[in-house]
């Protein structure tokens, strides 16, 4: 459905029970997804040549894939599904639950606007932060010391 559908290239990292499926759906595409499962260094390589992340995962206990992607500099583009734990700055990272039309348009806005997705891209890193081992153990550690300090 995006404009941008010829310049698309559809990467799925992974080799789960939808491969067939997703092969089966995407005859016809002009680029075909790419299915693999990569290694950590793979994957690292294949984030930096993307522009987009798109997180459509109907279930996400929590998010790790997309806080991953953010903080390698993508810009993700996140299901607004009530079971998921993904993070969205605002809207505009968001596509309405299962709507590949929405989805569409979203792609398409931060492929138009390249200059707000670099900067868009900054706030995610920045954003990703408080999320790092350092920072999630020293909040575990508070939690611990109130936790064992309070008895």
């Given at each position: 459905?995006?404009?941008?559908?010829?310049?698309?290239?559809?990467?799925?990292?992974?080799?789960?029970?939808?491969?067939?499926?997703?092969?089966?759906?995407?005859?016809?595409?002009?680029?075909?997804?790419?299915?693999?499962?990569?290694?950590?260094?793979?994957?690292?390589?294949?984030?930096?040549?993307?522009?987009?992340?798109?997180?459509?995962?109907?279930?996400?206990?929590?998010?790790?894939?997309?806080?991953?992607?953010?903080?390698?500099?993508l810009v993700p583009i996140i299901n607004d599904s009530p079971n998921s734990a993904a993070y969205a700055?605002?809207?505009?990272?968001?596509?309405?639950?299962?709507?590949?039309?929405?989805?569409?348009?979203?792609?398409?806005?931060?492929?138009?606007?390249?200059?707000?997705?670099?900067?868009?891209?900054?706030?995610?890193?920045?954003?990703?932060?408080?999320?790092?081992?350092?920072?999630?153990?020293?909040?575990?550690?508070?939690?611990?010391?109130?936790?064992?300090?309070?008895?």
């Amino acid at each position: 459905m995006s404009k941008y559908k010829n310049r698309i290239q559809l990467i799925f990292a992974g080799d789960g029970d939808y491969k067939s499926s997703i092969e089966r759906d995407a005859c016809g595409l002009i680029n075909q997804p790419i299915i693999r499962t990569y290694s950590r260094p793979e994957l690292l390589e294949v984030i930096a040549t993307c522009d987009l992340y798109v997180h459509a995962a109907n279930e996400e206990t929590e998010g790790i894939a997309c806080l991953e992607a953010a903080t390698c500099g993508l810009v993700p583009i996140i299901n607004d599904s009530p079971n998921s734990a993904a993070y969205a700055i605002d809207e505009k990272n968001l596509f309405n639950y299962n709507d590949a039309a929405d989805l569409a348009e979203k792609i398409d806005y931060w492929l138009d606007h390249p200059k707000e997705r670099n900067e868009r891209s900054l706030e995610y890193l920045d954003f990703t932060k408080k999320y790092s081992l350092a920072e999630s153990m020293s909040a575990m550690e508070k939690m611990f010391k109130l936790v064992i300090y309070k008895q």
